[in-house]
């Protein structure tokens, strides 16, 4: 049973530039999860969603950034006119949707802006 | 989520015992205690979970006080692949709350 999946692992993009994350879920999982990680700091919570839903915003900034886990395909994070601060780490889970079931995490994409 | 409280940093020489300690005094009644450890670079990874009793399985092992106030996550041979940032979260047990991650502990396997 393949883990999370997400691609690219690394992605470059200079300032001002779209920057899109992509997360496949292990089989049989419908809920995502994504987190960001900036250099030395520790994994705080962007966004939860469902097939076709968000569930949970709290922690997307307010401007350019979006998610989106439709009814096919993987979800994706999408980072509209990057700025360096938007270089960290970005972690997505997953998990069935069962009560007490862990998330389940992928290894990341290192997103840097130039 | 109720806050957990972990010390920064811990050593343990390889093949011993490690044990994680973790305080948790505001958790309620329907909050599970869960286990995440990040190798450098890595995702995080689940380790193990509980309620109120003991856990066991291929990786670790996690005690919870009677009273669930604190608990102690332990891996009985460590390995210098264990060194990482452990992350002990509580967790409601109904709906798919997020988890939220604390500073955690890092522990570092000394050869």
């Known amino acids: 049973n393949a883990g999370v999946m997400q691609n690219p692992r690394h992605l470059v993009r200079r300032r001002g530039q779209e920057a899109r994350l992509r997360c496949s879920p292990m089989k049989g999982h419908s809920h995502v999860y994504w987190y960001r990680q900036l250099p030395e700091e520790g994994l705080k919570f962007m966004v939860y969603?469902?097939?076709?839903?968000?569930?949970?915003e709290s922690g997307m900034p307010k401007e350019r950034f979006s998610a989106e886990f439709p009814k096919e395909g993987p979800s994706i994070l999408r980072i509209q006119q990057v700025v360096r601060g938007d270089s960290a780490a970005y972690f997505c889970a997953s998990s069935p949707g069962q009560a007490v079931s862990p998330l389940h995490f992928g290894n990341g994409t290192r997103l840097t802006v130039t | 989520d109720a806050k957990t409280t972990q010390p920064p940093s811990m050593d343990c020489a390889e093949g011993r015992a490690a044990n994680l300690p973790c305080n948790h005094s505001?958790?309620?009644?329907?909050?599970?205690v869960y286990w995440y450890r990040q190798i450098h670079s890595q995702g995080p990874q689940y380790i193990i979970h509980?309620?109120?009793n003991n856990e066991t399985n291929e990786m670790a092992s996690l005690i919870i006080t009677e009273d669930r106030k604190s608990s102690t996550l332990i891996l009985p041979h460590a390995t210098l692949r264990d060194t990482a940032v452990y992350y002990c979260?509580?967790?409601?047990?109904?709906?798919?709350?997020?988890?939220?991650f604390g500073t955690g502990t890092r522990l570092t396997i000394i050869p």
């Open positions: 969603l469902q097939k076709e839903n968000i569930i949970d």
């Open positions: 509980g309620l109120k």
């Open positions: 505001t958790i309620s009644g329907n909050e599970y």
């Open positions: 979260i509580v967790r409601v047990e109904f709906g798919n709350e997020k988890l939220t």
